[in-house]
């Protein structure tokens, strides 16, 4: 404890001004706290003062008392320790000497040689002063007042670094402001300066006059650290956020961006946290020109004009099960948010719903439109889904037992310039779960369905098989199944090895599927997540109609710090008739191909996820993804690996093949420094995609950084290349300095 005292020497002032100024320098070291004596008694009034001492002398001729030895006086939530308090009834004037201590009713504890003040001990002036600040920040001072609570410290320095180590021994603070003058006011909570400048690392880095921030938990008002950047794009930027608080629970953030290439932009960011939810509203607003997607010549194809972006978002919780969201994301055209580096997503989603959730029931109605933002895609075929309406019931089956669920849908989606459709069904699903003597775990599934459908404009769409036939169509779904796993465990290799067969059959008549429009099952795709599905299309749209039986092997083994987990099974088709599901599904043929899954894990530091699908009769290997960390928290390699060669159409959506690897690393030195990196690489070429002009290597963006973090402060420098061009947004290098200090108060 007395090591952290003695570390508020760390608080000096700058190197200049003690070069320049041979005055008295404050003495930083927090003096030891007497704790001999009882603590003082809490007096009856506020013009009474507890007091406790070992020692007490009282001369009645000039009024003056003398105490010693671990002395206290409380007075109004006020409490003064010092080794010697000399009080002078007649004038109130109390002189106190050794380790003195003065604790305000907010917490804050002024430390000093030497303290003169008032006998209501609100009042008073120190010697070589040093403020602990109850929200965490330390103030030193050559000398300093306090006058009906307000704090004034003359040549000092604030910081709200820790001033020890872990072992506790004293330690420079990161960062630290000197100025000629601070005042601090506890009822404003707030730190101003005069003539201030911000040392980092021991150097004067930069001035800031007029500076004031922030010491409470709450924040105020004021600049924030400032962010300097520079990319190809855009040239040079500085983004100096200006921060308001409007209520404890509201806040504006003001940015404007300004640019060496380019007109300034305007950043703007509104948060409102109350008592039944919360909200925030982001806009982006600038002025320039604009390229087209597929213009080369910077005088073609482009437009001048405003160039925006809103992203607001919120939900409000009106009752325990009620509840309402939405979001806004739309941008006034398809590059803005690269070419500002804002966003490098290619599709905005706007939605609103109201949902309720019971113990046994879910009601959803929503609403949500699409913006995208791709090249070559055509806005008017993107869908408008209003209304979204889904509800459930559990209920529990009083005959058979088991659990019943009742689920009634519809959804209308209209395009501008598309294929419109609306759909409704109705649908009842039963699951009974059993456990036999043996410790087979059995589960039967019923399940029944009603669709009615409704499409027109069907020619245009884009992809014919995804059209269905126009106008009112309707289907009936019907399917059953029963699935068993037999676990097997036991002790091994000095851990619990589990070993589970399961098998699963599910029995389902021929469906009308083609002849309805598909929306929302598009993406097929055979993998271990949905090898046991009672349905492997994702949506309603689709339902697998061919009896099947479908087996597989589960395997577990646990031991101390380390465990592996896999899967890998096969479906096999029990009757005839053709399958809707198309080639490079991996299930459209009798034998479906063979897919698992196997995570490896040792302690904290090594994960391993590989995921695969292997041709069922040339066992190909048509899917394999690895997902790798290895490492501490602190320094650690991750790398992804994706390898899609399915062998599917080239026309169908959601199946194109491609090859991509990804890695990622972080390596920590000198405790608070790292470097970090990562980078993207197409590795597609003719192997998996016939049609692709790619040559099997394209980078798609690097990342490379190094960063200082500490308890106080984040500095880091960042390179990216982005290998990418999109209209204006080019590709090329760009460069980030973040700078943020903590425990500043915002």
Not at 276 to 286: D, E, H, K, S
Not at 419 to 427: G, H, I, K
Request: charged fraction near 20%.
């Amino acid at each position: 404890m007395r090591a952290a005292l003695l570390a508020g020497a760390a608080l000096g002032l700058a190197p200049h001004a003690r070069a320049q100024d041979r005055s008295p320098q404050p003495n930083l070291n927090e003096p030891a706290t007497p704790v001999s004596a009882p603590d003082a008694p809490v007096p009856a009034g506020d013009d009474q003062i507890g007091f406790a001492a070992d020692q007490l002398q009282y001369d009645s001729n000039a009024e003056i008392v003398t105490a010693s030895g671990s002395v206290q006086l409380l007075r109004d939530g006020n409490r003064l320790r010092a080794d010697r308090v000399v009080w002078n009834r007649t004038t109130g004037k109390v002189e106190a000497q050794g380790n003195v201590s003065v604790t305000d009713p907010d917490g804050n504890i002024a430390y000093g040689d030497r303290f003169d003040v008032t006998d209501s001990l609100k009042d008073g002036a120190v010697d070589n002063m040093l403020l602990v600040l109850q929200s965490g920040g330390r103030l030193a001072a050559v000398k300093g007042t306090r006058v009906n609570g307000v704090y004034t410290l003359n040549r000092a320095a604030y910081t709200g670094c820790s001033v020890e180590d872990s072992d506790g021994c004293p330690k420079e603070p990161t960062w630290q402001i000197n100025a000629v003058k601070v005042v601090y006011d506890p009822v404003r909570q707030r730190v101003t300066y005069t003539n201030a400048n911000v040392e980092l690392f021991g150097l004067p880095l930069i001035p800031l006059p007029g500076l004031s921030h922030p010491a409470g938990e709450g924040g105020g008002s004021g600049l924030l650290v400032p962010n300097i950047r520079y990319d190809r794009n855009n040239g040079f930027e500085v983004a100096l956020p200006y921060y308001m608080k409007l209520a404890p629970n509201r806040d504006l953030t003001i940015t404007p961006h300004v640019y060496s290439k380019v007109l300034p932009m305007m950043e703007g960011n509104f948060r409102h946290l109350y008592d039944r939810g919360a909200y925030q509203i982001t806009g982006y607003a600038t002025y320039g020109r604009r390229l087209g997607i597929s213009g080369l010549d910077p005088d073609a194809n482009s437009q001048q004009g405003i160039r925006a972006h809103l992203d607001a978002s919120g939900t409000m919780q009106l009752t325990p099960e009620w509840s309402v969201d939405g979001s806004i994301r739309v941008t006034t055209d398809r590059t803005f948010l690269r070419r500002y580096d804002i966003s490098r997503d290619d599709r905005l989603r706007n939605t609103v719903g109201v949902q309720r959730i019971g113990e046994n029931s879910y009601f959803s109605l929503r609403g949500w439109a699409v913006q995208t933002l791709r090249q070559g895609d055509s806005q008017g075929q993107q869908p408008i889904a209003l209304p979204v309406l889904d509800y459930r019931l559990r209920l529990t089956d009083p005959w058979l037992g088991g659990v019943v669920q009742l689920q009634a849908n519809t959804l209308a989606i209209t395009r501008t310039d598309g294929q419109d459709t609306q759909r409704a069904f109705a649908a009842a699903e039963w699951n009974l779960r059993k456990l036999t003597g043996l410790g087979q775990e059995v589960t039967f599934t019923g399940y029944l369905r009603g669709d009615v459908y409704h499409s027109n404009d069907a020619l245009q769409n884009p992809i014919p098989a995804y059209a269905g036939e126009p106008g009112w169509q309707a289907r009936g779904i019907a399917a059953a199944a029963v699935d068993m796993r037999w676990p097997f465990m036991g002790e091994a290799f000095g851990g619990v090895q589990r070993i589970a067969p399961r098998v699963q059959i599910v029995a389902a008549p021929r469906l009308a599927n083609l002849r309805l429009p598909n929306e929302d099952a598009r993406a097929v795709d055979l993998e271990d997540s949905n090898l046991f599905a009672l349905n492997r299309f994702a949506g309603y749209d689709r339902f697998e109609d061919s009896s099947r039986a479908t087996y597989g092997l589960e395997y577990g083994l646990d031991l101390p710090h380390f465990s592996v987990q896999a899967v890998v099974g096969q479906s096999y088709r029990l009757n005839s008739r053709e399958s809707i599901l198309p080639d490079g599904t991996g299930l459209s043929g009798k034998f479906s191909d063979i897919v698992g899954r196997t995570t490896i894990r040792y302690r904290n530091f090594v994960s391993l996820t590989h995921r695969y699908r292997l041709d069922k009769g040339s066992l190909a290997v048509r899917r394999n993804e690895i997902d790798a960390t290895v490492g501490s928290r602190s320094t650690y390699v991750m790398v992804g690996y994706l390898r899609l060669n399915r062998n599917a159409l080239a026309n169908l959506e959601d199946l194109q093949d491609r090859e991509e690897l990804r890695v990622g690393a972080r390596a920590q030195f000198a405790r608070f420094w790292s470097v970090f990196g990562s980078t993207v690489i197409d590795l597609t070429d003719k192997k998996e995609d016939p049609v692709s002009m790619a040559d099997g290597y394209q980078p798609v963006r690097h990342r490379l950084g190094v960063a200082y973090e500490d308890d106080c402060l984040t500095l880091g420098f960042t390179w990216v290349r982005n290998y990418q061009a999109n209209g204006d947004a080019r590709r090329g290098n760009s460069f980030q300095l973040r700078l943020a200090f903590r425990n500043i108060g915002i």
